[in-house]
């Protein structure tokens, strides 16, 4: 493989391959194991393991042919043809979280992977602050504080596009429809709080603890008024506000999804208050 010196990229280390392979060949989201195979293939790049798991099988198959050849031309070339856009048509929420991880990774080379799917140089990055602002700075610090899986879930798509008035608004959507399945109530908001975690008249359907001291009560009050704290000034603002009249930083939403978080993980452990 010969590559004119001007064009020469300098090969990959061992932790950056590892990197590149583990985004590319995601067990949930990434190439199947015939996409991979098809891919190298495109890429003249032999697969010395075809059986091995998708992320090692990558990874041994591009680190042997850049030992060989000593060049990492190959493997940007392997991006570019597995990141092709015009794959993505239907799917580009997938093309964009893929390219802004690998950007996270391909900072630190002094590369970016564009949105028309060339990589070409660029700054390097000298940090993870630094990577992190190339690529999905929200997704990744939602990933660090462990975030519930029920905010992602709902809003995934609108955290991919850094669209954090609307993530925001998706994922307080996804209070009322866990509230809702907990409780049978069809209502909403403030009305749909009061039928779930309401105690004036009877047992609360929903009870993030046993109730038995006045503390418990106390707890449960508290949840349900920030429950209505939520809804009354973040949910009902975005609901009537137009996005370019209501700024939403990434600070702001940062702190909103994580206290979504936290109410959802507090009604993992809810119960039935009126069994």
Known sequence: MAVATRNRIPPFDAATLEAIAKVVADTERGL??????????????????????????????????QNEHQVGNHVIMFITEALAPAGFTNEPER????RQALNAILS?????????????????????????????????????????????????????????FHAVFEAMKSIS????????????????????????????????????????????????ALLKGLYGTIRNPLGHEAKIEWEMTEQDALDILTTISLIHRKLDKAVDGSA
């Open 108 to 164: 630190f080379q002094g590369m970016e992977l564009g949105t028309d799917g060339k990589v070409r140089r660029t700054r390097k990055a000298t940090n993870l602050d630094d990577a992190l602002a190339r690529a999905n700075r929200l997704k990744e610090e939602l990933r660090r504080r462990n975030v519930h899986a029920e905010v992602i879930r709902f809003c995934d798509a609108e955290i991919i596009a850094n669209n954090y």
């Open 32 to 65: 199947t194991g015939t996409q991979i195979g098809h891919t190298l293939r495109q890429c003249n790049i032999p697969d010395i393991e075809p059986a091995g798991t998708k992320w090692r099988r990558l990874v041994n198959a591009l680190a042997t042919f």
């Open 177 to 224: 429809s866990r509230v809702r399945q907990l409780s049978g109530e069809t209502s909403d908001g403030a009305k749909l709080v009061d039928a779930a975690f309401g105690m004036n008249a009877g047992p609360p359907k929903v009870a993030v603890n046993s109730l038995r001291t006045e503390t418990e009560k106390g707890e449960q009050r508290g949840f349900a």
């Open 95 to 98: 093309f964009e979280e893929r």
